[in-house]
């Protein structure tokens, strides 16, 4: 298994801009989650899918964010317009159920 | 919601040492605990978990207790070694709800 499968692995960009960021589920897998990790806050929860289903989406910072999931092993997270704050990196992770979740190799989005 | 308090933020240890990180958490329904380790520039992996229905599991040299009257975990590594230097997160969760995670602890062992 190729594992969560995550890209790009690097974008920068200049503010304004939109920015598109993918995730591939393992095969199998049917909980989707979106995190962002940044020095000063850690590890913050997005949004989580469950069955293609957004669950919870406490975490989206504000409306420039949205994430979908078009099929049950892709899902996106658009940021439009970008601003320099929302520099971080991003990561999803898949599990199946309330099962361990595995991460992905992460999204290091900078933002000019 | 869940809240959980990790400890301490950076640690150093000598090789062979053993080190301890603790963490507390809010809500008594949480039943179920992983710690993942994340290596620089790298994801956070889990490295072993534990469920409310059992007090203590070890890996090796890696174990990890639980507390659930006082509300907390820890990590235990043992002989450590200069390939365990990585920042570790503590979660809890509770039934199907969403991981909290901890802030984090930075671990450097010296050779």
């Known amino acids: 298994d190729a594992g969560v499968i995550q890209s790009p692995r690097h974008e920068v960009t200049e503010m304004g801009q939109e920015v598109t960021l993918r995730c591939k589920l393992i095969?199998?897998?049917?909980?989707l989650f979106w995190y962002r990790q940044t020095m000063m806050r850690g590890l913050e929860l997005l949004i989580y899918?469950?069955?293609?289903?957004?669950?919870?989406d406490s975490g989206m910072p504000e409306d420039r964010f949205s994430a979908k999931m078009p099929n049950a092993s892709f899902s996106t997270l658009k940021i439009q317009p970008s601003e320099p704050r929302d520099s971080a990196v991003y990561f999803c992770?898949?599990?199946?159920?309330?099962?361990?979740?595995?991460f992905g190799p992460g999204t290091r989005l900078t933002v000019l | 919601g869940e809240n959980v308090e990790q400890h301490p933020s950076t640690l150093s240890v000598q090789e062979g040492d053993s080190a301890v990180i603790k963490c507390t958490y809010s809500d008594s329904a949480s039943n179920y605990f992983p710690w993942y380790k994340q290596e620089l520039g790298k994801r956070p992996q889990l490295i072993i978990d534990?469920?409310?229905?059992?007090g203590e599991k070890k890996d090796q040299r890696i174990a990890v207790t639980l507390n659930k009257t006082a509300k907390h975990f820890s990590l235990h590594i043992t002989e450590t070694q200069p390939e365990d230097s990585a920042v570790y997160f503590c979660?809890?969760?509770?039934?199907?709800?969403?991981?909290?995670f901890g802030k984090g602890t930075m671990l450097l062992v010296s050779p």
């Open positions: 992770a898949s599990s199946f159920g309330p099962d361990t979740q595995y």
């Open positions: 979660a809890a969760r509770e039934g199907y709800s969403t991981l909290t």
């Open positions: 095969s199998g897998h049917n909980s």
């Open positions: 899918f469950n069955n293609n289903v957004p669950i919870d």
């Open positions: 534990i469920r409310s229905n059992v």
